[in-house]
T-cell receptor
Framework: AQSVSQHNHHVILSEAASLELGCNYS??????LFWYVQYPGQHLQLLLKYFSGDPLVKGIKGFEAEFIKSKFSFNLRKPSVQWSDTAEYFCAVSSNNAGNMLTFGGGTRLMVKP | DVKVTQSSRYLVKRTGEKVFLECVQDMDHENMFWYRQDPGLGLRLIYFSYDVKMKEKGDIPEGYSVSREKKERFSLILESASTNQTSMYLCASKSGGIYEQYFGPGTRLTVT
């Protein structure tokens, strides 16, 4: 069974700081990778996704993520965070072998101080 | 835009009650999902459905059942609610293939 690890459960940053959230998965086959975000009081929404091609993917609101197959990682980055980025971030993985079911990491709660 | 709606944002029920959580999507998606979200555990899949009247168990199906009588509607049923089912419940839908899932706003269920 595939599993997803997000190493940072809570992150506190000041505005304009750079962000990197780690995500590692366990499955060795072909995977599809996602980052979802949940702003306070709002529903979960897609930030970015990787299916194939360029391993550096860009998402909404200035976020990007890099797929490093050799490290089984899909880390999320943003060069300069804003107070409005305060949210919970979830990494998720699906694979064709697992019926394209999503497996989620435990989430990282980001607080950006103004 | 895909819209996934859930019948209640907040629900308080007593132990032993039968609880129905309803989810409706408006994009003719084949697949629908029920998750529960708990702090530090992320989202865990309870059940999913890939077609009308079809259902498959997810990772944590115990204590839950589901119903999908129409393509747009997927219901989660707690036959006899227990306090350890206090959680946030999220519904999602997606098209066939490897497309992303679209989530509803969630129902925060408290069982007392």
């Amino acid at each position: 069974a595939q599993s997803v690890s997000q190493h940072n459960h809570h992150v506190i940053l000041s505005e304009a700081a750079s962000l990197e959230l780690g995500c590692n998965y366990s499955y060795g086959g072909t995977v599809n990778l996602f980052w979802y975000v949940q702003y306070p009081g709002q529903h979960l929404q897609l930030l970015l996704k990787y299916f194939s091609g360029d391993p550096l993917v860009k998402g909404i609101k200035g976020f990007e993520a890099e797929f490093i197959k050799s490290k089984f990682s899909f880390n999320l980055r943003k060069p300069s965070v804003q107070w409005s980025d305060t949210a919970e971030y979830f990494c998720a993985v699906s694979s064709n072998n697992a019926g394209n079911m999503l497996t989620f990491g435990g989430g990282t709660r980001l607080m950006v101080k103004p | 835009d895909v819209k996934v709606t859930q019948s209640s944002r907040y629900l308080v029920k007593r132990t032993g009650e039968k609880v129905f959580l309803e989810c409706v999507q408006d994009m003719d998606h084949e697949n629908m999902f029920w998750y529960r979200q708990d702090p530090g555990l992320g989202l865990r899949l309870i059940y999913f459905s890939y077609d009308v009247k079809m259902k498959e168990k997810g990772d944590i199906p115990e204590g839950y059942s589901v119903s999908r009588e129409k393509k747009e509607r997927f219901s989660l049923i707690l036959e006899s609610a227990s306090t350890n089912q206090t959680s946030m419940y999220l519904c999602a839908s997606k098209s066939g293939g490897i497309y992303e899932q679209y989530f509803g706003p969630g129902t925060r269920l408290t069982v007392t």
